[in-house]
């Protein structure tokens, strides 16, 4: 064994494959530890200046007027929980039984291909785009922003990732678990209900959570549907506060108690998605060892 592994040390071409590889491996680690130390460094940063803004006003007191002391974001989270909750509501049936149809009964169906190639420009299209066809669709129409507005809008973004994430995961389904289960005589709708789904749900959740972070932190859409809301409002037939605006408006304002609330929503924001996710995955790990 000692005489092959000398004479492959020997070959030339090994050499270089050896090398490149080496080569290939030092230059992804590299690139790894420079995605982890600007991910640390944004984090890093958010804590230190968010952490300050953070207080008991900024869940119980709504915003400020320019130039004044306290105030809180209770206006601007409630907002966004109602349009966020709402958009999921809506996206989450719609992108899973559209991802089932794709994966069960559109692989050779022209409908299904354009079904998914629309799909895919969707999760590329500008976010600013979606805010603009819903405000000429809905907004103009009505004559009034509102938190429905920015629902859709925000639903047109959640939808193709759900759909996509749902497709992608019932192909990972192995084609004997499908053939089981129709052996035992089930209807197709019931293999991919309850057999398909059940299979990746945890996959198919996470899209789900992957929406609702993409969704969380947009701010164009809502410019152009919800606008904003400097009072407390639940009526979302109305202009309603939201956090990615408030953020955005707070931030480029020259007020500094602004700018310390717009650090306080972002680290907020920032947190309660990774902790929905956190959760969400500690959930579906136990359940899979199960």
Known sequence: MSSTFNSRIGNPVYRKRLLMHRVGIALSFMAMLIGLAFLIWILGTLLVKGIGGISVDLFTQTTPSPDSDGGGLMNAIVGSLLMVGASTLISTPVGILAGIYLAEYGEESWFAQ??????????SAPSI???????AVYVANVKHFS??????????IAIPVVV?????MLKLVPNSLREAAFALGAPRWKVAMMVRLRAVKAGVVTGVLLAVARISGETAPLLFTALNN??????????MANLPVVIYQFAMSPYENWRSLAWGGA????????ALNILARTVFSQKTQR
């Not at 996509?164 to 992608?168: E, G, K, L, S």
Request: charged fraction near 10%; avoid cysteine.
């Open 267 to 274: 680290l907020l924001v920032t947190f309660s998605v990774l």
């Open 114 to 123: 354009v079904t998914r190639f629309v799909t895919d420009i969707m999760l």
């Open 230 to 239: 400097q009072f407390f409002n639940a009526d979302m037939n109305k202009p």
């Open 164 to 168: 996509r994430t749902t497709d992608n």
């Open 129 to 135: 785009v979606i805010g603009l066809f819903v405000y």
């Open 147 to 156: 938190g429905w507005a920015g629902t859709f809008a925000i639903s047109l």
